[in-house]
């Protein structure tokens, strides 16, 4: 009952904003369901109890205006920072860390060519064509290494022995 | 300044209380008004886009303060349950009241208000307590009429449940 009665009429406007019929209907209702009384009672005092809150003022104290205008003063000294200064404050967090991280991706960059230089050293340093490798790990060749790829090069080093 | 310090300390008043926070509410929209100058289209009067920026303002200043909690609507001093009391017997009394009773009425409604979101606090202080329009409203927030409409509904039914809870509690307690 009380959802579909004079409840919406209370919240849709102010006590005061209420037409003639609209009280006549909400206190005809209201005289027969107690939940709608209780609303309408706490509706009633809710718009005095603002009425009273919103008669308040305030007034200002005589040194308001001297107050208003040192602050406008201070204002007026403290220089403006520059536009590129303001924006370097705003970003300066994210300038900050791609700056990092571009510092960490050239030391990564670094550290991979030198590491992969060593590799290739150690690479040619065990060169499975080089002769040493072919005479005493002939094993190893299991990479279908032609037979007359092994000749050539001991040849190559005879010819180089000068015999 | 002289010109539109009663309009600013009317909407600061709207959402402080206590003097001094009116008052420092007031000053920094003054100094707000005075380094946002530029921003003044000359579209509106002055006094409205000054309205509006100090409501702007003061919201931001109750949205970022931390809750009060003495000033909540849990506890109620003597005065606010005998303005209950007697508003409660005598329903056709009149609104004019002593300054007394109607103290204790603004402290009752000043302890629910601090329950309530600003945006509530703001339009029913607007609305119920100062007899503004909801197109008046709208001018002096920036918000569109419906979300004055809807926000008011709201507000108002969160006010009287709080009331009536109120209430309920001084029933439960009366002999």
């Not at chain 1, 959802?3 to 006549?24: K, P, T, W």
């Not at chain 1, 571009?102 to 080089?130: C, F, H, K, M, P």
Request: proline share 3%; aromatic share 6%; charged share 30%.
């Amino acid at each position: 009952m009380r959802d579909n009665h004079i409840i919406r009429m209370l919240e849709e406007r102010a006590i005061d904003g209420l037409s003639e019929g609209e009280v006549i209907t909400i206190e005809a209702h209201s005289a027969d369901c107690s939940a709608c009384l209780r609303a309408y009672e706490a509706a009633r005092l809710a718009a005095e109890m603002l009425r009273a809150r919103a008669s308040e003022t305030a007034e200002p104290t005589p040194f308001f205006k001297t107050r208003v205008m040192a602050s406008i003063r201070e204002k007026q000294l403290s220089p403006e920072l520059p536009a590129l200064l303001r924006m370097w404050k705003a970003a300066g967090s994210l300038v900050s860390m791609m700056a990092v991280l571009v510092v960490v991706l050239i030391g990564l960059t670094v550290y991979s060519s030198s590491s992969g230089t060593q590799a290739d050293e150690l690479l040619a340093g065990q060169n499975i064509y080089s002769p040493e490798f072919v005479v005493l790990e002939p094993g190893a060749l299991d990479d279908g290494l032609a037979y007359d790829q092994v000749l050539s090069t001991m040849y190559d080093l005879g010819d180089f022995d000068g015999q | 300044m002289r010109r539109y310090s009663p309009r600013v300390f009317q909407v600061a008043g709207r959402f402080f209380r206590q003097r001094a926070q009116v008052e420092e509410a007031a000053q920094e929209a003054f100094l707000r008004a005075y380094t946002q100058l530029s921003s003044f289209e000359g579209k509106g009067s002055f006094e409205g886009w000054l309205t509006r920026l100090t409501t702007n303002l003061c919201l931001n200043m109750v949205r970022s303060a931390k809750r009060r909690p003495e000033s909540t609507a849990a506890d109620l001093s003597e005065d606010e349950s005998d303005w209950l009391e007697n508003r409660l017997a005598d329903v056709s009394t009149a609104r004019h009241e002593s300054s007394e009773r109607g103290r204790a009425a603004a402290d009752l409604a000043e302890k629910v208000l601090n329950d309530m979101s600003p945006d509530d606090r703001l339009v029913l202080m607007m609305i119920d307590g100062e007899e503004n329009s909801v197109k008046e409203v709208s001018e002096m927030t920036g918000w569109s009429e419906s979300k004055v409409k809807t926000q008011a509904f709201r507000a108002r039914r969160r006010m009287r449940e709080a009331v009536e809870s109120l209430l309920g509690g001084r029933r439960k307690t009366e002999p």
